[in-house]
């Protein structure tokens, strides 16, 4: 895959840090570990705030509501201005923009295509307390509205050696398109080799599903459709793991057994009533899983 030169990184502009102003928010430090050169690097810190209440239908505040509006736009153009500041002393070309703007994931799609970004990092906040790890709607909308590849952050830091943990269905059974394998598994490659972790492969092939199946038939297909996937990877065969499971616990397995650190799975767009939903595993893996998720879109 190509070095990853352009990466848009959503901020909380409702944060301000001032409590720690040398703080670097987990979205920024995620994403600077993923780029490339820094004097080849582009960052787009992206705000998108709104308040009900100094909207121009809202008449209480009357004519200063405009001057309000300004005021509270220009705080979170501040807050995105102290971390471009220390960027662009690394070396980075950073560009701050902050938008006015409600549904957030809208802009965000919409900017990411305009710019044509290599990456999105947005981050998550899980419902904790609970044994699914649900995203908010908000993040739901734009994992199914931004064509972009996406990096879905939660609260807490890689491992020293992280690990990447790359989805693959080499027999296409739910109607991937077959670059897709290809390209999630030269992003986990490329990921992991850019935070110094290790990569692991997951497929599942259900053979216990299939009960008129010869014994063993279905394992030997589809490990010689994945022998066929690797065969320009040379991974080692510690890295690569058949699971006879539903391909949602074989990736959940996976990662618990692996404590895999970023959990790297393709993303199918397909119109219905011109809505963009994603395919039923990815769909449900991204609604339990507790690892950050990297997700692809087809080439």
């Known amino acids: 895959m190509p070095p990853i030169k352009s990466i848009l990184i959503v901020l909380d502009v409702y944060n301000d840090f001032r409590d720690d102003p040398a703080h670097q928010p987990l979205e920024i430090k995620k994403a600077l570990a993923l780029a490339g050169d820094p004097a080849a690097t582009t960052l787009y810190l992206v705000g998108c705030g709104f308040e009900e209440y100094l909207h121009e239908s809202y008449t209480d505040f009357g004519t200063d509501a405009p001057a309000k509006r300004r005021q509270f736009i220009e705080r979170m153009a501040q807050r995105l201005e102290r971390f471009a500041i220390t960027l662009k002393l690394e070396g980075y070309t950073v560009d ?7 549904p957030r994931y809208e802009q965000i799609a ?16 899980a419902q904790k307390g609970h044994e699914r790890h649900n995203l908010s709607h908000d993040s739901w909308q734009l994992v199914k509205n931004c064509q972009k ?8 830091e890689w491992q020293s050696e992280p690990v990447v943990l790359a989805a693959v269905d080499p027999l296409h059974s739910h109607h991937k398109p077959k670059g897709l394998d290809h390209a999630i598994l030269s992003t986990a490659i490329d990921a992991s080799a850019a935070i110094g972790g290790q990569l692991k492969v997951v497929h599942a092939y259900s053979e216990s599903a299939l009960s008129l199946s010869v014994t063993g038939a279905v394992r030997e297909a589809h490990t010689k459709a994945m022998d066929t996937l690797l065969t320009d990877f040379h991974l080692a065969e510690s890295a690569v793991h058949l699971v006879d499971d539903t391909p949602v616990n074989a990736i959940l397995k996976c990662r618990d057994a692996l404590h895999a650190d970023i959990i790297c799975i393709g993303a199918l767009s397909r119109s219905r009533l011109k809505e963009a939903i994603i395919g039923n595993t990815a ?6 899983v507790k690892s950050d998720l990297y997700i692809i879109r087809p080439g």
């Open 96 to 102: 701050c923009r902050v938008h006015w703007t409600f």
């Open 110 to 125: 919409k900017e990411a295509q305009a710019l044509n970004v290599d990456l999105v990092v947005q981050h998550v906040n």
């Open 149 to 156: 590849s996406l990096l879905l952050i939660k609260d807490h």
């Open 283 to 288: 769909e449900r893996v991204l609604d339990y």
